[in-house]
Antibody, heavy 120, light 109 residues
Framework: QVTLRESGPALVKLTETLTLTCTLSGLSLKNNRLCVSWLRQPPGKALEWLAVIDWDEDKNYNRSLKTRLTISMDTSKNQVVLTMTNMDPVDTATYYC????????????WGPGTLVTVSS | DIQMTQSPSSLSASVGDRVTITCQASQDISNHLNWYQQRQGQAPKLLIYDASYLETGVPSRFSGSGSGTDFTFTISSLQPEDFATYFCQQYDNIAVIFTFGPGTKVDLK
């Protein structure tokens, strides 16, 4: 049973780069051929998928945000990292990482989320 | 890009009620449709995948149906722990695109 937990700054400033870390416990990213996505949810709004990385480090991004996003993994720490550049107040949201079914069809389990506020 | 709509956006119901939510895709997505429950202040939880398959451990009062562009999610007898927001989500696992509906909030009448 894998659990996920997001970590990162609660507050970033306009134009700064956000770096978020998802730490997995209970299963190995590589050995268990896991896929991990990042998603976000602005307050009171719908969910938006951002990016996914698989155990082989293949990556896919939301096309509308692709130029701002980088997803990577650190297998030694069993972590997946997301960076988002040029942050704006509209990027204020709760950011989630989620274990993604290996066929890239649904999100099987989620971290509790971390709220990131962008100040102007 | 495929757009997802849900109706209603909110509904009020009582414990024991049958609740039905619909999700519509802007184009044919076959059965590539999943449903999630999100309780206040919590992360979403997968309930139904591929339109009609119940995720392991999810109570049988939850069900889903549909294919193509029109999908339905049903709670057969609403329980106190079911007051939450429900989202549909479509996927294209070839292009790797995931899109969520705007959500339906179910609250107490």
């Amino acid at each position: 049973q894998v659990t996920l937990r997001e970590s990162g700054p609660a507050l970033v400033k306009l134009t700064e780069t956000l770096t978020l870390t998802c730490t997995l416990s209970g299963l190995s990213l590589k050995n268990n051929r896991l896929c991990v996505s990042w998603l976000r949810q602005p307050p009171g709004k719908a969910l938006e998928w951002l990016a996914v990385i698989d155990w082989d480090e293949d990556k896919n991004y939301n096309r509308s945000l692709k130029t701002r996003l980088t997803i990577s993994m650190d297998t030694s720490k069993n972590q997946v990292v997301l960076t988002m550049t040029n942050m704006d107040p509209v990027d204020t949201a709760t950011y989630y990482c989620a274990r993604t079914e290996s066929g890239l069809r649904w999100f099987e389990s989620w971290g509790p989320g971390t709220l990131v506020t962008v100040s102007s | 890009d495929i757009q997802m709509t849900q109706s209603p956006s909110s509904l009020s119901a009582s414990v024991g009620d049958r609740v039905t939510i619909t999700c519509q895709a802007s184009q044919d997505i076959s059965n590539h449709l999943n449903w999630y429950q999100q309780r206040q202040g919590q992360a979403p939880k997968l309930l139904i995948y591929d339109a009609s398959y119940l995720e392991t451990g999810v109570p049988s009062r939850f069900s889903g149906s549909g294919s193509g562009t029109d999908f339905t999610f049903t709670i057969s007898s609403l329980q106190p722990e079911d007051f939450a927001t429900y989202f549909c989500q479509q996927y294209d696992n070839i292009a790797v695109i995931f899109t969520f509906g705007p959500g339906t909030k179910v609250d107490l009448k």
